[in-house]
């Protein structure tokens, strides 16, 4: 009987991971109704199978090559309840007459959309994307800077041009989304030209955050952008894993779960 249980619960990891791509050891712990340790041991044995591949954190089908990044418009889908509670937490940081700095993924597009009524504004960002959520809002007190350069599959403008304007220029806050978050690797993207301008951002900022839904942890991209001590703070989901907290709270100044 409990081999069979256990055949039941490894089912439903399977369907959960086929739904959603990446599932985390707290969260099926919790739907499941067993402990860490019992969602643990289901994990090994299916990776032992070949059925999936283990994470940190979780699992996921198949080991993501560190250089892959898929689509803005992919990425727009994945945790958007929770990347608009990051954007919820996130504008209460920002007041009128701020000039705050937004790199392109679609948390910090999450964001701009309840940025456009806010007074005074200057908004700097290398996302043509972002920039038209502002342009549409015609919001004559904000004043909107695009960054030009090349660009890339998560329509991020990137490059020497990019980085020109960014080290001309010194905002407030940075708003900063990112591929993949570790305590080893810090912050990281699979694009080494997004990595050099996301740099150039935090360089340009007296305040950095990191806006990144609780998936992004245990991820690494190809190349670091910043380690974890590096930047103010981080806001994510409330979902994040208990190992994670700890380890982000001894790394951060500030950790706000949404």
Known sequence: MTEMLASARQQRILDALREREQVRVTSLAAELGVS????????NALAERGALVKVHGGATLDAAPTSSEPGFTHKLALES????????AA???????MSIAL?????????AS????IKDLTVVTNSPRIAEIFYAAANPSQNIILTGGIRTVSDALVGPLALSALG???????????HGMTSEDGFTTPNMLEAQTNQAFIRAAARQIIVADHTKWGVTGLCQIAPLSQVDAL???TRLDGEAKVLLRQALDTLILA
Request: charged share 20%; with cysteine.
């Open 36 to 43: 860490e340790m019992t969602v643990r041991r289901d994990l």
């Open 81 to 88: 309840g929770e990347k608009q509670a990051i954007a919820q």
């Open 91 to 97: 504008v209460k940081l920002i007041k009128p007459g």
């Open 103 to 111: 790199n392109s993924g679609t948390t910090t597009y999450a964001l």
């Open 114 to 117: 309840q940025c456009t009524g």
């Open 168 to 178: 001309q220029l010194h905002v407030d806050v940075l708003f900063l989304g990112v």
């Open 235 to 237: 806001i994510t989901g």
